[in-house]
């Protein structure tokens, strides 16, 4: 009888510990992570027991070569991530990919625009917990495709990997919406700093609406596959070369969708400044249904076609029907166009 009970007791504590270290991921900052000279900051997490990478966020500079890639922010909405230790060497990988292909050259009659980003960062320490800072290897990097064919890679000059002692906590912040009159232009914006300009008056003309909705802020630690929200700027004139000039909406543009923010980055230079590529955090719609997870609602994105091309973003369906009859074209994915998804 005694023999039988020590057994059992120690199945369930082998069972205890195996699911304490399998279920017990371990979250990591980059700290002073410099590559190719663009900061790289963020966070991931890596279940060292079963190679897993269940949470990233991770933001890398502009890059330019030869062609211009505008700062990106690695989500898991917008990209994919993996863990790698082989046993016969040192090195432990983690890999974070985002690809996306978006039509808008095949609409065009060219060729479609087809992008891959991907972060390589190696360390020859175990990420275990066993040390609370870990050096990245110089063989880790930075690496771009365009249309198939590779570009030149960023190396790792400088930074490490710190173990952090909780995650990072979630954090929602408000995107409220401001209308200038004058204009007839509608801005939201989840920033402090900018809607205390607002408020203000130091940008002249801006009210509050009332209306708003909420996301997470950028740097947060939610676990749905949420994606950074990109924002452009279109100035009243923007001077192109010596003799050409164009004639813009003075507004912006927002969106979720990388596919979209790079289309507008590269196609668009010349009508929209590139303003960022995180101004918060969101989940996309079922790109084919439009329908938005539990627990979120739907954004409708309205631009004014007919006019100036400028846009509203709202979840009333309301102001989305009082729109649509004043002749603003609604943008988005499925049936009812649906560009985002709030909170609820």
């Given at each position: 009888m005694t023999f039988t009970r020590l057994r059992i007791a120690l199945f369930f504590a082998t069972l205890v510990s195996s699911l304490h270290v399998a279920a017990a991921p371990r979250f990591w900052m980059l700290t002073d992570v410099q590559i190719g000279g663009v900061p790289v900051t963020g966070y991931f997490s890596y279940d060292d027991a079963t190679q897993t990478v269940s949470n990233w966020n991770v933001h890398v500079g502009d890059r330019w070569l030869g062609i211009t890639f505008p700062a990106f922010t690695f989500l898991p909405g917008n990209s994919s991530a993996s863990g790698h230790h082989d046993a016969r060497s040192p090195v432990t990988s983690i890999i974070l990919i985002s690809e996306f292909v978006t039509s808008t050259y095949a609409q065009r009659g060219r060729v479609e625009?087809?992008?891959t980003r991907t972060v390589d960062l190696f360390v020859r320490t175990p990420l275990d917990g066993s040390s609370p800072t870990v050096p990245l290897d110089l063989d880790s990097g930075l690496?771009?495709?365009?249309?198939?064919?590779g570009l030149p890679s960023a190396?790792?000059?400088?930074?490490?990997?710190?173990?952090?002692?909780?995650?990072?906590?979630?954090?929602?912040?408000?995107?409220?919406?401001?209308?200038?009159?004058?204009?007839?232009?509608?801005?939201?914006?989840a920033d402090n700093e900018e809607k205390r300009w607002f408020d203000s008056g130091v940008l002249g003309g801006w009210m509050r609406t009332g209306e708003s909705f909420k996301a997470?802020?950028?740097?947060?630690?939610?676990?749905?596959?949420?994606?950074?929200v990109c924002r452009f700027y279109s100035p009243p004139i923007r001077q192109i070369n010596d003799s050409e000039y164009y004639k813009?909406?003075?507004s912006h543009f927002l969106s979720a969708?990388?596919?979209?923010?790079m289309t507008v980055a590269e196609l668009w230079w010349f009508a929209w400044l590139w303003e960022g590529d995180n101004q918060f955090q969101i989940e996309l719609p079922d790109q084919t249904t439009g329908s938005c997870s539990p627990g979120t609602i739907p954004v409708y994105r309205l631009s004014n076609h007919a006019g100036d091309g400028s846009h509203r973003y709202t979840t009333n369906v309301a102001i989305r029907a009082q729109m649509l009859t004043a002749g603003h074209v609604a943008e988005g994915y499925?049936?009812?166009r649906v560009v985002m998804c709030a909170l609820q």
């Open positions: 625009l087809d992008v690496r771009f495709a365009v249309f198939g064919m190396k790792v000059t400088s930074g490490s990997l710190k173990l952090m002692p909780v995650p990072p906590p979630v954090v929602i912040v408000q995107v409220d919406e401001f209308y200038n009159a004058a204009l007839g232009h509608y801005f939201i914006t997470y802020a950028k740097g947060s630690n939610p676990s749905s596959a949420v994606n950074a813009g909406s003075n969708e990388a596919g979209e923010c499925g049936p009812e």
